[in-house]
């Protein structure tokens, strides 16, 4: 005659409210290296996006005061956008 299951452990009432991204996961060191990848990445380009903005009015202003422009501001504008704007890729889905 086959044994009965046995139950599984009880869920505590924090538990069942605890949102799904605070419950507790396996993650195995893989996992917990990407993220913390995706968080380095989503950073830097948070950096980048503020350092781009101030190379735009440091040659906003200098063209306004006749000091001339920062040389190459709009290419620089332009590659240092792609780059910062794919560093925040990982961090687009949700995954922070």
């Known amino acids: 005659m086959p044994h009965p299951p046995t139950p599984a452990a009880p869920v505590t009432p924090a538990q069942a409210a ?3 991204h605070q ?3 396996f993650n195995t060191r893989l996992e917990q290296v990407l993220l913390r990848t995706a968080q380095a ?3 830097g380009g948070g ?10 009015l ?3 202003v200098g063209r306004k ?3 001339g422009s920062v040389n190459g501001d ?3 504008m332009q590659a240092g956008t792609a780059v910062a704007a794919v560093a925040h890729q990982p961090s687009g889905a949700g995954c922070l």
């Open 18 to 20: 605890a949102p799904l």
């Open 41 to 43: 990445l989503a950073l």
């Open 65 to 67: 005061l006749g000091f």
């Open 47 to 56: 950096i980048l996006f503020v350092g781009l903005i101030a190379m735009s």
């Open 23 to 25: 419950q507790p996961s």
């Open 58 to 60: 440091v040659s906003i």
């Open 74 to 76: 709009i290419e620089l």
